[in-house]
Structures are given as structure tokens and as C-alpha cells.
């Protein structure tokens, strides 16, 4: 009886974390919807101040790089002030929302990466257009999405396609990193870390 009562506490305690992960996903989703949204109307063509949160950074790197041409990094960085006295004139910045897109020759690569007010990255959201990983045939197209609490990754959805289809199909859903994707999750996990350094870099020379 004993064992059955420790099982079953242990059931509920995972269903338990379960639903606090999918509503940890689901209020992702709305600030990311919401960060989305911001960002559209916020650009170096459509400036539109005074809206719900901060501002911006942009930062624009072009070089020709032998074997494949002309480069361009194109990055925003959207801002919001921390909560503190009102007697401070010049309120601290913490970043909610980067993107960034860039090339190499005709591909076009696209990130985004949406941050807690504590700095900790909170989802990330990629497309890479020419990646073969184990298992592929060819050269795929990939959309990643990476959710996190804390910091620590919760929940994973992954999809691709060929150059010859329409849509991208789902091949991974779950709350672990499988061994497949590990190197393309550790590469986005760095960038949204070099995105945030790149912040405070930034704040300290221009805030």
C-alpha cells in the first residue's frame, strides 16, 4: 500500500510539473506574440515611439567574406526599464526581444530570442535553410523552437522540409533536446548569449 501511495504521488507530481511546464509554454507564447507585434511596427524604417515598452537598438555589419560574397548582419534589440524609484531620471534597461538575420551568399538565415527581465532566455525561434543533420538524406530546411523557464529548457518543437515542399513538417515535439538537435540547440543557446552580452556591451557605451 505504501509502495502504490509513493507511485501515485510521484504520478501526480510529474503531471503536476507537466502543467506547470505547458502554462509556462502558453505564457511564453503570449509575450512572444506580444514582442512580435512591438517589433513589427518598430523598425529603422517605422520608428513609431511611445509605444507599450522601451525602445531600441539596431545594428547593421556588412563585409565580403572570399568563397560566398557579400554579408550582411541586420540585429534589433528591444528594450524595456527596470522597475525602480521614480526618482531616477535614467532608468536601467533589461532586453525582452532580439532579432537578427543574416546571410551567407543566397541563404538567408533568421533568429529571434525572447528574454526574462532577469536576463534568462525564455524561447528561441530559428530557421536555418541549408542543414543536414543525422538521419537526412539531403540538405533539409529547419525551423527550431526552444521554450524555457528559468533558463532551462522545457519544451522543444522541431520542423523541416525539402527545397521541393510547400509546408514544413513537425519530426520533434517534446520537453528534451534529442541527440540529433543538440548541436543546433547549443548553437542557438550561445547566440542568445552573445546577443545579450552584446546588449550590456552596448548599454555601457551608449546608456
Known amino acids: 500500500m505504501f509502495k502504490y501511495r509513493i507511485l501515485a504521488l510521484l504520478l501526480f507530481a510529474s503531471n ?42 539596431h545594428m547593421e555589419a556588412r563585409q565580403w567574406l572570399p ?48 528574454y526574462d527581465a532577469d536576463g534568462k532566455i525564455a524561447f528561441i525561434y530559428a530557421y536555418d535553410p541549408m542543414i543536414q543533420l543525422d538521419g537526412d538524406e539531403n540538405d533539409m530546411q529547419y525551423e527550431f523552437r526552444f521554450y524555457f523557464s528559468k533558463g532551462r529548457p522545457i519544451k522543444a518543437i522541431i520542423k523541416h522540409k525539402n527545397y521541393n515542399e510547400n509546408d514544413f513538417q513537425q519530426t520533434y515535439s517534446g520537453t528534451t533536446i534529442p541527440a540529433k538537435y543538440s548541436s543546433s540547440y547549443k548553437d542557438l543557446l550561445s547566440a542568445s548569449n552573445s546577443i545579450l552580452q552584446l546588449f550590456k556591451d552596448i548599454e555601457k557605451e551608449a546608456y
Open 67 to 114: 568563397g560566398t560574397g557579400g554579408h550582411i548582419e541586420d540585429t534589433y534589440l528591444y528594450y524595456d526599464e527596470n522597475y525602480v524609484a521614480d526618482s531616477v531620471i535614467y532608468k536601467p534597461h533589461y532586453l525582452v526581444f532580439a532579432t537578427k538575420r543574416f546571410n551567407y551568399a543566397a541563404r538567408e538565415y533568421y533568429q529571434e530570442f525572447l
Open 16 to 57: 503536476l510539473y507537466i502543467g506547470l511546464a505547458q502554462n509556462t509554454v502558453e505564457s511564453i507564447r503570449k509575450r512572444y506574440a506580444d514582442a512580435k507585434e512591438y517589433a513589427r511596427t518598430h523598425t529603422g524604417s517605422n520608428l513609431n515611439d511611445g509605444a507599450d515598452f522601451g525602445q531600441f537598438y
